[in-house]
């Protein structure tokens, strides 16, 4: 929901460069739970390069965001109820309800875990099979802090300070070497932050995975990564971006055209 809120600040056309336009349109489906009850893919990427207004190539790419569970305290996860309650949720708690003023710490440490990545469970299944049935790239989405080892407490008083870049943030791999390199943990572990170090790269700067910034602006449309097609109505590529059944919860699509004359 922060990607689809940040993106969707940029709407519209904007000349980017003499002769160069950039066009980013943001459909998000409201966090339903589908395909077999979750979703394969979080995000779904697509880019088109264009020429006086002919598509020249179209590129997919699909995200799955799994999180940086803190090493202590309590995280509310959602469940199916609160889908089903809506609204609801947001309905103060009762007595014993924790006070907004309280004393909360959230270490995070290169031990901290993606608890909901958790290996050979029906999602991680599932999105094997989905490369291997549909031959569409699945890619996970790793949020987070920006910098580990971090603290970070709250009620939060002032503004954050981020400083320089970190070895965190949000940070992508493709799902088939972020398998290989877990293959030989047994099934339901979550892997930590220190267990997916290297996945992409021995590179300092890549350690923890390709910045989200680097694989769209570099991979994905330089065509190092995610997967070319022909066209929307692809049985495949269909399936994946026109179906409210279909895998993915949100979609981006970023048109890149050079003027034609």
């Avoid at 980013?24 to 020429?51: N, P, S, T």
């Avoid at 469940?79 to 710490?105: I, V």
């Avoid at 029906?122 to 549909?134: C, H, N, S, V």
Wanted: aromatic share 12%.
């Amino acid at each position: 929901m922060t990607i689809v809120e940040f993106l969707s600040q940029y709407s519209g056309p904007r000349a980017v460069a003499p002769g160069w336009f950039v066009r980013i349109d943001v459909y998000c489906l409201g966090g339903l739970q589908h395909y077999y009850g979750w979703e394969v893919g979080d995000i779904g990427v697509l880019v088109f390069a264009k020429r006086g207004g002919r598509v020249l190539a179209n590129k997919v790419a699909v995200l799955q965001s799994k999180r940086l569970y803190p090493n202590k305290g309590a995280v509310i996860e959602l469940t199916r109820e609160d889908y089903n309650m809506g609204f609801g949720t947001l309905l103060p708690g009762g007595g014993a309800a924790a006070p907004l003023s309280g004393h909360y710490s959230f270490p995070f440490t290169e031990s901290s875990k993606y608890r909901a990545l958790l290996i050979d469970d029906d999602q991680y299944k599932a999105i094997r099979e989905y490369e291997e049935q549909r031959h569409i790239p699945m890619h996970y989405l790793l949020y987070n802090p920006w910098v580990l080892p971090v603290t970070y407490t709250f009620p939060v008083s002032g503004s954050p300070k981020l400083g320089r870049m970190g070895n965190g943030s949000a940070r992508v791999t493709p799902a088939a070497p972020l398998r290989a390199v877990l293959s030989s943990k047994p099934k339901g572990y979550a892997p930590s932050f220190r267990d997916l170090r290297h996945v992409v790269s021995n590179e300092v700067q890549h350690a923890s995975g390709w910045r989200l910034e680097r694989f769209m602006a570099e991979l994905v449309m330089r065509c190092q990564q995610g997967r070319v097609f022909q066209s929307l109505q692809e049985d495949d590529i269909f399936a994946l971006f026109n179906r409210r059944s279909g895998p993915i919860a949100a979609t981006v699509a970023v048109t890149v055209e050079q003027r034609g004359d």
